[in-house]
């Protein structure tokens, strides 16, 4: 198994311009996560989906978006970048979330920087 | 969401075990004590987690308080690759699966 997967590794953007971190898991999982590391900081979630097709926002969803169409994938969209969007973002799957035993396994990240 | 709080760092020889404290006073009798830790320039990962018990894994052992008010991760020999930074986080209370972060204890590993 892949585990989980995160593209791309490194990102630059101008202030205003939109893209989309891609997060992938090969292990069947139900529970995705996205979490935003600010330097010096631990995570903080961002958007959390416990099936395809189910979403919800975590502690700090503004600004971002997410879907779930399909088991594997759970892309998050920035919507118009901004300096604060500047970042190391991490995406977590696990077996089924939501059942305090479960571990939850991390992707590498994908370290953004918003000029 | 029940709170921890833990040292900013910790220092440790390599080969010596170390004791990471975690203190956790408002507890609720349902969350699990889960242990993450992460490597420079990577994701975090799973160490161990416990309810009640002492648990043993091959990583690490988690103690547990009897009041379960307070935990220690224990690595029994600490090695070069061990200098991370250690989470303690209680699963969320509402059952999303939700991982609540504090700023963890940074352990720096002496050879």
């Known amino acids: 198994n892949a585990g989980v997967t995160q593209t791309p590794k490194f990102q630059v953007l101008k202030t205003g311009q939109s893209m989309t971190l891609q997060c992938a898991q090969d292990?069947?999982?139900?529970?995705m996560s996205w979490y935003r590391q600010d330097p010096g900081m631990g995570l903080r979630l961002i958007h959390y989906?416990?099936?395809?097709?189910?979403?919800d926002q975590g502690e700090v969803p503004n600004g971002y978006n997410v879907s779930r169409s399909t088991t594997e994938d759970f892309p998050l969209r920035l919507l118009s970048a901004a300096p604060s969007q500047t970042s190391v973002y991490f995406c977590?799957?696990?077996?089924?979330?939501?059942?305090?035993?479960?571990?939850?396994?991390f992707g590498p990240g994908t370290r953004l920087t918003v000029l | 969401d029940a709170k921890t709080t833990q040292p900013n760092s910790m220092e440790s020889n390599e080969e010596e075990p170390v004791h990471l404290p975690c203190n956790h006073s408002?507890?609720?009798?349902?969350?699990?004590i889960h242990w993450y830790r992460q490597l420079p320039s990577q994701g975090p990962e799973y160490v161990i987690h416990?309810?009640?018990s002492n648990v043993n894994n091959r990583m690490a052992s988690l103690a547990i308080a009897e009041d379960r008010k307070s935990s220690t991760l224990i690595l029994h020999r600490a090695t070069l690759r061990d200098a991370a930074v250690y989470y303690c986080?209680?699963?969320?209370?509402?059952?999303?699966?939700?991982?609540?972060f504090g700023q963890g204890t940074t352990l720096q590993v002496k050879p």
């Open positions: 977590a799957s696990s077996y089924r979330g939501g059942r305090s035993t479960d571990t939850q396994y």
């Open positions: 292990m069947n999982h139900e529970y």
């Open positions: 989906s416990v099936g395809a097709g189910i979403t």
């Open positions: 408002t507890i609720s009798g349902t969350d699990y």
């Open positions: 416990g309810l009640t």
């Open positions: 986080i209680l699963d969320g209370s509402s059952n999303t699966g939700k991982l609540i």
